[in-house]
């Protein structure tokens, strides 16, 4: 049996889905895999903020053509950059294990000290950033990683801001000079976590080797979140959700109209994340309306 894994072009893409791949094929002795690459619409319009472009979906696009046309029998993405509503005949199969949540600075080859504007293209990060380092100045970068470290080190930015998970797996720890807590940026919905779709009539069952059920719990709570706020890519929205005993902590982070920053916590049962986190969301969005008036 050949299972044929759609996947984006860039190398961390690549990556991510080779990892699932190897993922299978060790729990399924026998199993063949072939990654299907394509470059989808919002690699190639790289002179425009994703918001004004139509937002995350236009990393999904082609994939969901492919699965839905056979030309791949999966699709694997970074959690955080999928779209908070998915399509009904496209759902979220498996979601692997968590690699390291947080973000992460990173400097120019060589360089010690932070000199010049952090390139960052996420509204979240921005925001943060703007409270977390007072005077240092955010301007937008696009791009796939590799990509964004050549501008850098090319002298376009005096750093970056990127997924720590991401610069992990493509063997870049290196290149990370300080990592930020979840509490000084709290992270992306689903950041740090790989995701998988298929067709509705695929048979799950060959996938549940793939599926973490704490980052499953979490991941779901963290979109429960971000989606009882509207969210999206240019949403100023944030959660993290963590499971101890049990108990899943969820933490949002929204800005009102006047992007200030709202940050609460919710507790309670893990099997209740998302209905917690929906709560909470709706909560601190009260909060913040009542403050602006």
Known sequence: M???IGTRESRLAVAQAELVGEALKAAHPGLRVALVAMKTTGDRILDRPLDLIGGKGLFVREL??????????????????????????????????REDPRDAL????GAKTL????????????????ELL???????????????????????YGALVLAAAGLKRLGLEDRICRYFSPEELLPAAGQGILAVQCRRDMDLSLLAPLRDREAEACALA???????????CSSPAAAY??????VL???????????NLHQASARGPADRGEALARTLAEEMKERAQWRAR
Do not use: Y
């Open 64 to 97: 969901d053509a492919a699965l839905r046309a056979g030309r791949a029998d999966l699709a694997v993405h970074s959690c955080k950059d999928l779209p908070m509503e998915l399509p009904e005949d496209l759902p979220l199969a498996a979601l692997t294990r």
């Open 2 to 4: 050949e299972l044929r």
């Open 249 to 259: 902590t969820v933490t949002g982070l929204l800005a009102d109209s006047l992007e």
């Open 134 to 156: 007072p005077g240092v100045e955010v301007v937008p970068i696009r791009g796939n990683v590799l990509t964004r470290l050549q501008k850098l080190d090319k002298g376009e």
């Open 241 to 246: 959700a963590q499971i101890s005993d049990g």
């Open 106 to 109: 990173v400097l120019p080859r």
């Open 115 to 130: 000199s010049g504007p952090i390139g960052c293209s996420s509204l979240r990060r921005k925001l943060q950033l703007r």
């Open 222 to 232: 963290e979109r429960a979140f971000v989606r009882a706020l509207g969210g999206g």
